[in-house]
């Protein structure tokens, strides 16, 4: 149980790892404002989570 926890918590800093490497490409090579980045990832968050909960949702009926 302790080790399921710790490759939670190494998943969840890897993730926001990659979104903020993310957010910082998108202002750079992109050129767009902080808010239109804000939109992206709330789309992006919105579906994570959906994905995260059909999958939750598969494991318990296994």
């Known amino acids: 149980?302790?080790?399921?926890?710790l490759e939670d918590i190494?998943?969840?800093e890897s993730l926001l790892?990659?979104?903020?490497?993310?957010?910082?490409?998108?202002?750079?090579?992109l050129l767009i404002t902080d808010e239109?980045?804000?939109m992206i990832l709330d789309a992006f968050f919105e579906q994570l989570s959906s994905y995260?909960?059909?999958t939750m949702k598969?494991?318990?009926?296994?």
């Open 36 to 38: 239109q980045i804000q």
């Open 58 to 62: 598969i494991s318990q009926v296994a």
């Open 17 to 29: 790892l990659l979104i903020e490497n993310l957010s910082e490409t998108l202002s750079e090579e």
């Open 10 to 12: 190494r998943f969840i």
């Open 52 to 54: 995260l909960k059909k």
């Open 1 to 5: 149980m302790c080790c399921d926890k």
